[in-house]
């Protein structure tokens, strides 16, 4: 069993630690806020106090941050991850964060002879705390054999994407489609309350059809015909609007510096950050059906 | 076997009138276009020269016309089928139309104490071709009863929507999330291709995860992963572009006049709108990925 570094305590970090655990492994928390290591640590998971101990002889580090930012100052800065770990410590950021900061991180490790995954996951919390995720990863392959059993202790599906920074333009593409989705199927049911078409018989034909869809087959936005969806719970996330808003930001802010054209990707991100606004950022994604409801 | 009447020979109502004759129905075939009715005549239909002669007691009268305008024509003129058929005759409207034609017509069948049915078709010509059609439904139960055998021999699923006009609401609903959702594969397909990640990559990803859609898995807009999808020979249709753009813009219609919000839905069918004017009509719809590849 491996010791490991695990730096990023939050709601996916602190159970993804957990899992690492409970396969055996030696984790060291950290995070830079002190209440997240305190709750860290009651939760138990053992804590450091400084990031380089998370990385001093370790066999991983795992970083899972809310955004590029964080992620450029944890590896880049004085201090951080890329000048404290030896040449046998394999980095692995689970964050998901925009494509130039992944890149330019990775070139960073790369030039100073560290190895390096991205490593972004979908599934969320309830994913973290059952080991199911799904990591998406870009790197070398001989450094994705070599996280793939740790990664293992945490998901159920592990996808090599390509090289540096291909696990997150992976995700990215994977979620702008959901986002647009989900909105499609949302104004789909709208109509057809309007023009009296019953959802349960648009849920039969339309997934039997064209128009079959993970956000309608196995998310409905609509009570009823997919029983485990949070739309049978009052929204309750779930995948909240929030993150599929950050993500249909990255999608767009990648568009745009490479020269891509995603006209209903930056539509839909205009609508989440409408949805959002609402005061709606803590509830499902498959909730804008409500607001899509309110009529034009 | 039945007597029927088929009013439309076009591209669609040849080969469904074909269906029947193949079934051992005997057909009475008319156009109002005198080289349709040769053209259908030649191919082996029974022809008249008259509206009225296709429903003179006959079982059943089917019509596939282009729009709502036609189909107004055909059932509420002077000399129109509400006028000639008789009280044992079932009226069957195949054509794909505006919901507000369709509930019209309906109406004024049921004052005059005759059988109808909406029940647009998927499957496009290749469908009526092979008899494989999907019936979308709308009308009274007991209608859709006497209509079933019918369009058995034309169809491989008939569903029943509800009452009248909700096959086209079906219908409408169905392909709106379908021409959103091939936007949304070919946005993330033209963005994957920008930033360096593989297309059959992408398609593998995806595929299994949440952003699965029909549009991806079983009509990839990219040559390669769907061997029988138009991308593989140029984009030769298939469903043409302009199909996709009458049926977003009956959705558009019918979300306008009903008081519905469908923004992505209304986005896509300007993107249609664009591509078609781009001298695209005929091609497959899922070619707008080209259209998108331009950048922006």
Known sequence: MAEIGFVGLGNMGRPM????????HAVRGFDVAA?????????????VEELAATAAGAEAVFTMLPAGADVRAVYCDAG?????AGP????VDSSTIDLETARDVHA?????????????????????????????????AS??????????????????????????????????????????VSEAFALAERVGLDAQTLFDIVSTASGQCWSLTSYCPVPGPVPSSPANRDYRAGFTAAMMLKDLRLARGAAQANGA?????????SLYEQYCADGEEGS?????????????
Do not use: W, Y
């Open 143 to 184: 450094d994705v054999a070599r996280g793939e059993p740790l990664m293992a202790a945490m998901g159920r599906n592990i996808v090599h994407a390509g090289g540096p920074g291909n696990g997150q333009a992976a995700k990215m593409c994977n979620n702008m489609i959901l986002g647009v989705s989900m909105i499609a």
């Open 80 to 84: 951080g991850l890329l000048a404290v």
């Open 261 to 269: 054209n995603t006209p209903l990707g930056s539509h839909a991100a």
């Open 88 to 91: 046998d410590t394999l980095l």
């Open 108 to 140: 960073e490790a790369s030039a100073g002879g560290i190895a390096m995954l991205d490593a972004p996951v979908s599934g969320g919390v309830g994913g973290a705390e059952a080991g199911t995720l799904t990591f998406m990863v870009g790197g070398e």
């Open 35 to 47: 209440p997240a290591r305190e709750a860290a640590g009651a939760a138990g998971i053992p804590t």
């Open 284 to 296: 499902d994604f498959s909730g804008i059906i409500r607001m899509l409801r309110g009529g034009g």
């Open 17 to 24: 630690a957990l899992r690492l655990i409970a396969a055996g």
